[in-house]
């Protein structure tokens, strides 16, 4: 059981036990009105959490949520997309006689910075992992609302919605 699940349990508890002695209680003894306004106070602060915890679950869910990822031009504009729904694993490259690669890059206006197998994309336990495979421009991630490129060198990097993706000088967005 986790802390937050035990503080919920025991908020919960004491407000049970806040509305049996008020109910008990409360009229017998002066300034009774206190325990109903404390018993009030800490329902409310109760659902109020309940909810927040909720809409947050809610939105990380969403947020995990990637279906398809798409090249996108200078501009952002988009100019070509590709489904990874239901797929555990995405290879990001050139199409050669050798490899099956799943999202082509070699006809795009940047396709001479494309390695044969540059990138794969991975699905483990709900979440999108890249990994770059020793490519010879790199691959780099730049997170929507951030400013600064980061190069994948060594292992995985996670992916979250409207990440950027360079492969070589081609700029990929998952949505």
Known sequence: MNKKCLIDILGITMA???AIITGI???????????YMFSFL???SLIYFLIKDFSLKREKT??????ELVLLSEEN???RSWSILGKNSVVIGKKNSEEDIDIDLCDTA???TVSDIHAVLNYVEGLWYIEDMQS???TQIKGFLEDKLYN????????????YIFIGLNKLQIR
């Open 136 to 138: 010879k421009n790199g």
């Open 42 to 44: 800490v329902s409310g």
């Open 152 to 163: 994948i060198r060594d292992g995985q990097s996670r992916l979250v919605k409207n990440d």
């Open 62 to 67: 969403q947020d995990t949520f990637l279906s």
């Open 16 to 18: 049970i036990l806040c």
């Open 25 to 35: 209680f409360g009229r017998a003894w002066n300034g009774g009105y206190i325990f």
């Open 77 to 79: 504009t988009v100019i």
């Open 110 to 112: 940047f396709g001479g």
